[in-house]
């Protein structure tokens, strides 16, 4: 191999199930050594929020957000059959029985792969989340970025 | 065919049996040879390709059962 190949991917979804899509694949590039950047934006932030409360200033709008919103991966709604949170209590179930790994444990081994975890900072001000909030090996920018990286890349997703 | 390690995936479901490859894969010489049992029946065209893709040789293949058996060797 010659020069790194890349993928970039987009998650701007805070469905449960397309967020696993999004980590599936990203997990799997990067063990085809690719390097690997999730760029969440809107609803895809809530994925990396820690679960638990984090005590920052807010003004009152941004604090209605953030109740609102699901707070981290594993409070995320599915897409398609939530059925006021029966959805995501099934599919987890399914999911432990077919050995499939569940969105938190994604994550972690995305982080473990050294893939790029990277909030959009413009989409974290509308929403009113702050840098506290999310994961502590969250990288912050802005669209540039993400430009800079799909220009080069050999994956580019939109989820 | 003699492997240098075994990597038993046996019961993951994707992505975990490429992710674990690529670790065990890294943990060997070239010319070396990994051994991976897999059951998730995917795993035939999965690693076909990341072998294909990463350079690494599919020296053999064999389906024992449910168990889909694959030896790689580092390039």
């Not at chain 1, 941004?62 to 949170?85: C, H, I, V, W, Y």
């Not at chain 1, 506290?132 to 090996?137: A, G, P």
């Not at chain 2, 390690?5 to 490859?21: E, F």
Request: charged fraction near 20%; hydrophobic fraction near 45%; include cysteine.
């Amino acid at each position: 191999m010659t020069t790194q190949k890349s993928t970039n991917i987009i998650l701007f979804s805070g469905d449960y199930d397309k967020a696993m899509a999004a980590y599936i694949i990203a997990n799997g590039a990067a063990a085809y050594d690719h390097k690997v950047t999730i760029f969440h934006t809107f609803w895809g932030l809530n994925a990396l929020r820690k679960d638990e409360h984090v005590a920052v200033k807010k003004g009152f709008l941004e604090k209605m957000f953030s109740k609102m919103m699901p707070r981290g991966a594993d409070q995320m709604t599915l897409s398609k059959m939530n059925m006021a949170g029966m959805g995501p209590k099934m599919i987890k179930k399914v999911m432990k029985k077919h050995n499939a790994l569940s969105l938190p444990q994604l994550i972690e081994m995305a982080q473990d792969q050294e893939i790029h975890l990277v909030a959009c900072t413009m989409t974290m001000d509308l929403l009113g989340l702050k840098k506290e909030e999310l994961l502590d090996t969250v990288e912050l920018a802005g669209v540039a970025a993400y430009l800079a990286g799909a220009e080069e890349g050999n994956v580019n997703l939109f989820i | 065919m003699k492997a240098d390690l075994v990597l038993n995936a046996k019961g993951l479901a994707c992505p975990m049996p490429i992710v674990k490859t690529k670790k065990a894969i890294h943990t060997l010489e070239p010319g070396q040879v990994l051994e991976v049992q897999a059951t998730d029946q995917g795993a035939k065209n999965d690693l076909t390709a990341w072998c294909k893709s990463t350079g690494n040789e599919l020296v053999d293949f064999t389906n024992q059962g449910d168990v889909l058996v694959f030896w790689i060797k580092k390039s």
